[in-house]
């Protein structure tokens, strides 16, 4: 079981790893959080401090077309917010 899916680089995630050393990940839907503490561990070598998690739903969506009512919807994903300790980063650009 794969637990690091993808890292998220938003405005949001990248101002908080700057000022609280604080990174996030999407991650496997049945990962909990001890898991994830050694994944990101094992992965980037850094110690971890804290791990936060949320599930997000799945945005549904209906669109007015010629053909008729279509409806669809987005994946239901899990984040993970993952502290690092102080002096310690993770480059995401470089890791790769």
Aim: hydrophobic fraction near 40%; charged fraction near 25%.
């Amino acid at each position: 079981m794969s637990i690091i899916i993808k890292p998220i680089v938003t405005e949001k995630v990248t101002k908080e790893s700057e000022v609280l050393n604080r990174f996030g990940f999407e991650v496997n839907r049945k990962a909990n959080k001890i898991e994830i503490k050694k994944a990101v561990e094992a992965a980037y070598g850094v110690n971890v401090v804290s791990v936060n998690t949320m599930n997000v739903r799945p945005d549904r969506t209906t669109k007015y077309t010629k053909s008729g009512l279509i409806s669809g919807k987005t994946n239901a994903v899990k984040k993970a917010i993952v502290q690092v300790q102080e002096g310690e980063t993770i480059d995401f650009y470089n890791n790769i």
